[in-house]
């Protein structure tokens, strides 16, 4: 098991940037695939962004494309989510997971973190 955990979160205003970290236990974090999810009040856990193993590649949703970046140091294993231009409906609880594909799928994630919560003000 993959011990996950979240920091970073906080309270912005409109317009604002903060960058999520997210550190993953295990020797062989290089091969994770590693995801950001978020889940406002009332609402469903939605996809944000995901980063593969070994070739970093990255996928973003369509909601903060252009605003948001995910990028991982496999020598710290930590996984980033930098996010810019934030708006109110940004506010969530942000959590991690660690899988073994890239994916838009919260099925795919094995492991999460108990999530950072982040607030945006208007």
């Known amino acids: 098991q993959v011990h996950v955990v979240e920091s970073g979160g906080g309270l912005v205003q409109a317009g604002g940037s903060l960058r999520l970290s997210c550190t993953a236990s295990?020797?062989?974090?290089?091969?994770?695939?590693m995801g950001w999810f978020r889940q406002a009040p009332g609402k469903e856990r939605e996809f944000v962004a995901a980063?593969?193993?070994?070739?970093?590649?990255?996928f973003i949703a369509d909601s903060v494309k252009g605003r948001f970046t995910i990028s991982r140091d496999n020598a710290k294993n930590t996984v980033y989510l930098q996010m810019n231009s934030l708006k109110p409906e940004d506010t969530a609880v942000y959590y991690c997971?660690?899988?073994?594909?890239?994916?838009?799928?919260?099925?795919?994630?094995?492991?999460w973190g108990q999530g950072t919560q982040v607030t945006v003000s208007s």
């Open positions: 295990g020797r062989f974090f290089s091969t994770y695939a």
């Open positions: 997971g660690a899988g073994r594909l890239a994916s838009q799928a919260i099925d795919e994630y094995d492991d």
């Open positions: 980063i593969t193993g070994s070739s970093g590649r990255t």
